[in-house]
């Protein structure tokens, strides 16, 4: 089967509210502000969402599988189930794997997701390399973006919007308003919407994905990397109550120790903080600082009430931006 190529336009929102009828559901988009990228979608990576369904059916019901496939990982877990207790949480439950994770797993365990993580190693040999070089491109002129991604520094995410077994089956916070730490996400759905993205020019704010499309948003590490050429997007999931919805999502991010400032040649078009343009930071600090507020909009980590002073994204843009 041929690739179908996508023309990315230059543009801040992905799927623009008034033309959701036009999109070509195969449409993958990068958001930026800059330069218009072609991105070539590869149609024999498909996220095998009949497998992950019952994977999230099987966990449900096997709590001592749960337990083995956790205890992995003990740090923090593999499969987070915070929304079978927290209403204020966001209402869905996650499977967080990596390549180092998956290293970690029982022999049993990799058995049983072997056809998920063949997947998402497909949908990193097809993409990164191209959407790495497509940054790169955004960030200007002798920039590159792979240098800074050489240990596949990336998360393979489940999702499942669970109607069953959750606080709060009324709620529409599937996932709350924010913006992803790394360099980008690729977002595979069910064909179910609820992905939004956040589009000033719509009535709401944000802009409803079409449940079929597959897409690319970029994080707060483009954005510091390519010295603000390129755009973060911020982005949400409401749930429907009453409708399962699941997603897969390759997170890919700069190697740990790569320092969080713009990278040599880029000229930034906005001025950052001291921390961030002095360079005294790492990918590995950024992450750190992310994933405490991360976890706790997930429900996963308790923050002391007064460490909490805004969202998520209005902390690190005070972070980031001078
Ligand atoms: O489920 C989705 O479509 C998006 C999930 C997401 O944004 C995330 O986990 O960071
Ligand atoms: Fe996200």
């Given at each position: 089967?041929?690739?179908?190529?996508?023309?990315?336009?230059?543009?801040?929102?992905?799927?623009?509210?008034?033309?959701?009828?036009?999109?070509?559901?195969?449409?993958?988009?990068?958001?930026?502000?800059?330069?218009?990228?072609?991105?070539?979608?590869?149609?024999?990576?498909?996220?095998?969402?009949e497998a992950?369904?019952?994977?999230?059916?099987?966990?449900?019901?096997?709590?001592?599988?749960?337990?083995?496939?956790?205890?992995?990982?003990?740090?923090?877990?593999?499969?987070?189930?915070?929304?079978?207790?927290?209403?204020?949480?966001?209402?869905?439950?996650?499977?967080?794997?990596?390549?180092?994770?998956?290293?970690?797993?029982?022999?049993?365990?990799?058995?049983?997701?072997?056809?998920?993580?063949?997947?998402?190693?497909?949908?990193?040999?097809?993409?990164?390399?191209?959407?790495?070089?497509?940054?790169?491109?955004?960030?200007?002129?002798?920039?590159?973006?792979?240098?800074?991604?050489?240990?596949?520094?990336?998360?393979?995410?489940?999702?499942?919007?669970?109607?069953?077994?959750?606080?709060?089956?009324?709620?529409?916070?599937?996932?709350?308003?924010?913006?992803?730490?790394?360099?980008?996400?690729?977002?595979?759905?069910?064909?179910?919407?609820?992905?939004?993205?956040?589009?000033?020019?719509?009535?709401?704010?944000w802009s409803?994905?079409?449940?079929?499309?597959?897409?690319?948003?970029?994080?707060?590490?483009?954005?510091?990397?390519?010295?603000?050429?390129?755009?973060?997007?911020?982005?949400?999931?409401?749930?429907?109550?009453?409708?399962?919805?699941?997603?897969?999502?390759?997170?890919?991010?700069?190697?740990?120790?790569?320092?969080?400032?713009?990278?040599?040649?880029?000229?930034?078009?906005?001025?950052?903080?001291?921390?961030?343009?002095?360079?005294?930071?790492?990918?590995?600090?950024?992450?750190?600082?992310?994933?405490?507020?991360?976890?706790?909009?997930?429900?996963?980590?308790?923050?002391?009430?007064?460490?909490?002073?805004?969202?998520?994204?209005?902390d690190i843009?005070?972070?980031?931006?001078?």
């Amino acid at each position: 089967m041929a690739a179908s190529v996508a023309t990315i336009s230059p543009i801040n929102v992905a799927l623009p509210h008034n033309h959701q009828e036009d999109v070509d559901t195969t449409t993958t988009t990068i958001l930026s502000p800059d330069l218009p990228i072609d991105f070539i979608q590869d149609p024999t990576v498909k996220a095998p969402f009949e497998a992950i369904q019952r994977l999230f059916d099987h966990l449900r019901s096997h709590p001592s599988d749960v337990d083995a496939i956790n205890s992995a990982y003990p740090k923090r877990g593999i499969l987070k189930t915070a929304a079978v207790l927290n209403p204020k949480s966001d209402q869905k439950f996650t499977f967080d794997l990596s390549p180092h994770r998956v290293d970690c797993l029982p022999g049993e365990a990799q058995q049983r997701l072997s056809e998920i993580i063949t997947f998402f190693e497909a949908a990193a040999s097809a993409y990164v390399e191209d959407l790495l070089s497509a940054c790169s491109n955004l960030a200007g002129p002798g920039v590159d973006m792979a240098k800074a991604h050489t240990n596949r520094n990336w998360n393979f995410r489940l999702c499942d919007y669970a109607t069953e077994n959750i606080a709060n089956p009324e709620s529409d916070n599937g996932c709350g308003a924010h913006t992803d730490y790394g360099t980008f996400t690729i977002i595979f759905q069910d064909g179910t919407p609820g992905l939004e993205i956040e589009d000033p020019s719509a009535p709401t704010g944000w802009s409803l994905v079409p449940g079929d499309a597959t897409i690319v948003l970029a994080g707060w590490c483009a954005a510091i990397l390519s010295g603000g050429r390129i755009r973060a997007a911020r982005h949400r999931v409401r749930r429907v109550p009453g409708v399962r919805r699941l997603s897969a999502v390759l997170f890919v991010a700069p190697d740990l120790d790569v320092k969080l400032t713009p990278l040599p040649g880029v000229k930034p078009v906005r001025p950052f903080t001291e921390r961030i343009s002095s360079g005294e930071e790492d990918v590995a600090w950024f992450k750190e600082v992310m994933g405490k507020r991360w976890r706790h909009r997930e429900g996963n980590e308790d923050i002391p009430e007064g460490e909490l002073t805004g969202s998520q994204d209005d902390d690190i843009n005070k972070l980031v931006w001078a």
